[in-house]
Every structure is written in C-alpha cells, then in structure tokens.
Nanobody, 128 residues
C-alpha cells in the first residue's frame, strides 16, 4: 500500500505563490500517473492537474488554473509538485495528491475514480 504525504499548504494573499509537495512511498513510483485534486467546503472534489507516468512530459490542467499552476515530478525522489502562482481566493481548498490505478504513458487520467491512492490533504487558503 502506497503512502502519499502532502506538504506546502498555507495562508497566502491573492497574487501570491505556494509550492505543494507530495512524497510517495514505494519502489514503482515512476510507473504511475500522478495528480492533484482539491476540495472546497461544501463542494465536490475536483481535478486540478495531472502528469503522466515515467517521463512526465504529458500534463493536463483544469481550465481555471492553466498558465498559473505547474505540475512536475521527480521519480528519483518519489516526489510530485504543484507550483501555484497568481493565486486567487477561489483557489482556496484542501489539496490532495493522488496516484493513478495503473500506468499512463499517454494522457493522464482526469477523474477521481481513476485514482486509487490519496494523501491526507493540505489546506491552501488565499485571502483577498
């Protein structure tokens, strides 16, 4: 069973930046697609960004974060990151790291149900 541990959340003013990190256990980290989801109070968990297996050259973002957020991975360190710039109050949520059900060398999956393993979440609060 893989363990995912997020860090890097916090309180930031609108326009600021945060970098979220996710540390994964296990020896086959690189073979899985990874993603970030978020959940605001009273709302469903939603997709934020995903990165494909191994090379990480294929990434995908929800429209509202394109150009502001960047997902990346370091397979040697079993880490995935989410660099968040130009943050807005509507980005406020608990952010979760997730590992895909299988290997995705092409376009990474975008749906919650396609991810089997989740971290505990890290709170991101953006003040106006």
């Amino acid at each position: 069973q893989v363990q995912l541990v997020e860090s890097g959340g916090g309180l930031v003013q609108a326009g600021g930046s945060l970098r979220l990190s996710c540390a994964a256990s296990g020896r086959t980290f690189g073979s899985y697609a990874m993603a970030w989801f978020r959940q605001a109070p009273g709302k469903e968990r939603e997709f934020v960004a995903a990165i494909n297996s191994w090379s990480g050259v294929k990434t995908y973002y929800r429209d509202s974060v394109k150009g502001r957020f960047t997902i990346s991975r370091d397979n040697a360190k079993n880490m995935v990151y989410l660099q968040m710039n130009s943050l807005k109050p509507e980005d406020t949520a608990v952010y979760y790291c997730a590992r895909s059900r299988g290997s995705f060398g092409g376009t990474p999956p975008l749906l919650v149900d396609e991810y089997d393993d989740w971290g505990q979440g890290t709170q991101v609060t953006v003040s106006s």
